[in-house]
């Protein structure tokens, strides 16, 4: 059965600073992966999506993530952080029509 | 472009009632299905719909019904709310299982 483990549920760091966000899956065939973002009180926003192409993944707002099959990792960084990257993003993967989500990891950005 | 829409955006009930969440998708997705959100927990799958007609359970299902007439419309029934209820809701649809969702912006329903 397929999972998702996010290995923070909390990260801070000051704005200007690199911004790396993990995530470890399992799963039983070759996935396709995704990094969602929310924004307090506000809905879900697609950052990026792996799905079997190039396995560095460029998102919206000067995100990418990398595909390590051997790791089985997907990692989020960003080079330089923001006030406005502040909010909570999700690892999730997708197999037979279900999204598996992590448990999200919290990004603090301190001034 | 309205996408995804969700009514209510905010809801109290007291326990042992009834309610319907309603969910509208307008980009002709086959895929629908309906999440909640509880702190610490990510999002969990309640249930979910590969085309009309179609319906299936996911993660936690007990205490919610769905049904499919249409390709546009998938509507969470709770059939009688109890406070384990209390939650965020999200649907949501896509092309397929393994592509983009696109989300509504929520229900926040509280069960007193």
């Known amino acids: 059965a397929q999972s998702v483990t996010q290995l923070d549920s909390h990260v801070s760091v000051s704005e200007g600073t690199p911004v790396l966000l993990r995530c470890n899956y399992s799963s039983s065939y070759s996935p396709s992966l995704f990094w969602y973002v929310q924004h307090p009180n506000k809905g879900l926003q697609l950052l990026l999506k792996?799905?079997?192409?190039a396995t560095l993944v460029k998102g919206i707002n000067g995100f990418e993530a990398e595909f390590k099959k051997s790791e089985t990792s997907f990692h989020l960084t960003k080079p330089s952080a923001h006030m406005g990257d502040a909010a909570e993003y999700f690892c999730?993967?997708?197999?037979?029509?279900?999204?598996?989500w992590g448990a999200g990891t919290k990004l603090i950005i301190k001034p | 472009n309205a996408g995804v829409t969700q009514t209510p955006k905010f809801q109290v009930l007291k326990t042992g009632q009834s309610m319907t969440l309603q969910c509208a998708q307008d980009m002709n997705h086959e895929y629908m299905s309906w999440y909640r959100q509880d702190p610490g927990m990510g999002l969990r799958l309640i249930h979910y719909s590969v085309g009309a007609g179609i319906t299936d359970q996911g993660e936690v299902p007990n205490g919610y019904n769905v049904s499919r007439s249409t390709t546009e419309d998938f509507p969470l029934r709770l059939l009688s709310a109890a406070p384990s209820q209390t939650s965020v809701y999200f649907c949501a649809s896509s092309y397929g299982g393994n592509t983009e969702a696109f989300f509504g912006q929520g229900t926040r329903l509280t069960v007193v």
């Open positions: 999730v993967v997708s197999e037979n029509y279900q999204l598996i």
């Open positions: 792996y799905t079997s192409a």
